[in-house]
């Protein structure tokens, strides 16, 4: 099972709609809850999403819409009795911010903390990159093994169905049909979290090749002066890092509260990402609180 669960979606201060922001990544058996802004603990509720779920809490940085819903979500989890470790990653710059934040939260859970400095994969699959904001920020990358898609008609024509299937996918080779000869290879599938950033070189990293982006998107295109002056992506820019990327869905969220109609912001990312497509084509939605987005179809590459 894999999805995004949008909690909240909203920059700086909530509005009558938006909930500050906060999302939920699940993804096979690991539960991602990355940058809980507050309120976050009654919008698991609404959403349905247990605190058994999280195995894992992920920080872009340590701006309160990103982390002040934390110290509620670790009572929570203490008050459900949540025995599985659950590690906080965040950077390193943050450390007094987040002690303070688990400290208010009490001792009941076994929470590992998990600073990082620098790029680097900080769980298997899990990658941290630099952004460009305010404050030390990085953005996440979860990344799936490549694998191999199997195409029908090959195997067919290797006489292959039923358990000799399964077996071939396990051992990769049965009666000398290697799995190499029956499929083509696939790309693993990628998430990939810009959240608070100008643009810049970690935004496009990440983004690369991702089936699911999920990026900032404050402001629309005609407050990019506010944009450029408090690090923040414009909606035109998120299409564009979208767009260059080849990503297959870019999900917009953290509006400004200035914003009640966000549809000029899809579109304005849209066209962007339109106008840099190189393949595919990127779709783009707005998130709104209590969204769930199912992971696009992996894309086989052509042999
Ligand atoms: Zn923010």
Known sequence: MRELVVLGTSSQVPTRTRNHNGYLLRWDGEGLLLDPGEGTQRQMIHAGVATSQISRICLTHVHGDHCFGLPGVLSRMAVDGVEQPVH????????????????????????RLCPHGAAGEVAEGLDVVPLRHRVETYGYRLREPAGRSLVPERLAAAGLSGPAVGRLQREGEVDGVRLEDVSVPRPGQRFAFVMDTAVCEGADELAEGADMLVTECTFADDDAGLAAEYSHLTAGQAGAIAGDAGAGLLVLTHFSSRYQDVTP???????????????????????????????????????
């Open 265 to 303: 912001l899809v579109s304005q990312a849209q066209a962007q990402a339109d106008a840099r497509a190189q393949t595919g084509g990127t779709r783009v939605v707005a998130a709104e609180d209590l969204d769930r987005f199912g992971f696009p179809r992996r894309r086989a590459l052509k042999q």
């Open 88 to 111: 906080l990653h965040y950077p390193a710059s943050g450390e007094e911010t987040v002690r303070a934040l688990v400290a208010v939260a009490g001792r009941s859970v076994d929470l």
